[in-house]
């Protein structure tokens, strides 16, 4: 029996940032957040015995997380740093505010 599910999905999303520049100053901030979002797949059940069935389900799913942003800062790194050469002296990096996984399950159901 093929099937088609989705819904609203929630997640509790645990952001941190760890580096070994010494040169540059980094924000380095943790950061736990809860995140909403939806999700969507299908999937096939085979009945193999009159309790038994076996299937696989595939599922996407994407959370609307916060923006999360680490600041790079001149520190000591000289004047030709890659971090200082932009034109703040500075650098962001972003990882954005969507965050998608994918999973492909195998499944087993008994029925009482």
Do not use: H
Not at 10 to 25: D, L, M, R, Y
Not at 71 to 86: H, K, L, M
């Amino acid at each position: 029996m093929p099937y088609v599910t989705g819904g609203l999905s929630s997640a509790k999303v645990s952001n941190s940032f760890a580096t070994s520049n010494g040169a540059n100053i980094c924000t380095e901030v943790n950061r736990k957040e809860d995140a909403w979002g939806w999700n969507v797949g299908g999937g096939v059940e085979v009945k193999v015995a009159k309790k038994l069935s076996i299937g696989a389900r595939y599922l996407y799913t994407r959370y609307n997380a916060g923006d999360y942003r680490v600041d790079v800062g001149a520190g000591t790194a000289p004047a030709t740093n890659p971090f200082r050469i932009t034109p703040s002296g500075g650098a962001s990096i972003n990882r954005g505010d969507k965050f998608d996984t994918q999973s492909v399950m195998a499944t087993s159901s008994f029925r009482f």
